[in-house]
């Protein structure tokens, strides 16, 4: 999926149309580099990236930082909850007190979760 320099010209919107046929994505023509480089910068907001390794995700997309915290990032709402959200599934289970002195990066919830 990614370019190397000894296949030559790599078609993007041909390799990922393939790949999402072969991964057998209901809607392979929603499977788009611009929704990819959206998807990556918004998932990665959960994690703990440094400046340097912040602006490396953003060359490799294509961006520069600018584009991509204004632009591809969502709001620092969105990383609250999500982070927020496994303090509150924790509560909801009865697990709690399991998580006394750890910080919200190292809260990790496992087996089966409520639903609703």
């Avoid at 990614?2 to 296949?7: M, V």
């Avoid at 591809?72 to 909850?81: D, K, N, P």
Wanted: charge should be positive; aromatic fraction near 6%.
């Amino acid at each position: 999926m990614f370019a190397n320099k000894c296949n030559g010209h790599l078609d993007a919107w041909q390799v990922l149309q393939a790949e999402a046929l072969a991964a057998g994505c209901a809607k392979p023509k929603l499977i788009t580099s611009c929704r990819l480089r959206k998807y990556m910068a918004t998932v990665t907001q959960v994690l703990d990236l440094q400046d340097g390794e912040l602006e490396w995700l953003a060359k490799h997309l294509g961006h520069d930082m600018n584009t991509h915290k204004n632009f591809y990032r969502q709001h620092e709402a969105t990383v609250e909850i999500a982070k927020v959200s496994k303090l509150l599934l924790a509560a909801e289970s009865g697990q709690i007190s399991k998580y006394k002195g750890k910080n919200l990066q190292e809260i990790t919830l496992e087996g089966k979760q409520p639903q609703g």
